[in-house]
């Protein structure tokens, strides 16, 4: 049973920072491609950022930089920093694994529950 849990969410203020945690289970990480993905209230699930197994990355173009996708292998953990953040960033940020480097929710098969990022201005 594969088994995705976020963590690290929380209420910060414009211009803060957070780092999300994916922790997997069931399955080694380093088989899958991991990403993030968020859902803002009466929005669609968007692409925020991907990795392969090599640590070649994706995000999505509202990043500009301000967040960092990585993954520890040995500790089948997936991390989301998140810098510089706006009001536009609050969502419910989801952990993915899936079948490629590809910011589209076709390509991931296995979700997490969510965490919630709530950014005030």
């Known amino acids: 049973q594969v088994q995705l849990v976020e963590s690290g969410g929380g209420s910060v203020q414009s211009g803060g920072s957070l780092r999300l945690s994916c922790a997997a289970s069931?399955?080694?990480?380093?088989?899958?491609?991991m990403g993030w993905f968020r859902q803002a209230p009466g929005k669609e699930r968007e692409g925020v950022a991907a990795?392969?197994?090599?640590?070649?990355?994706i995000y999505g173009t509202f990043v500009k930089g301000r967040f960092t996708i990585s993954r520890d292998n040995t500790k089948n953990t997936l991390y989301l920093q998140m810098n510089s953040l706006k009001p536009e960033d609050t969502a419910m940020y989801f952990c993915?694994?899936?079948?490629?480097?590809?910011?589209?929710?076709?390509?991931?098969?296995?979700w997490g529950q969510g965490t919630q990022v709530t950014v005030s201005s």
């Open positions: 990795i392969d197994s090599d640590a070649d990355r």
């Open positions: 993915a694994a899936g079948r490629a480097l590809l910011l589209h929710q076709g390509y991931w098969d296995y």
């Open positions: 069931g399955y080694s990480t380093i088989n899958y491609y």
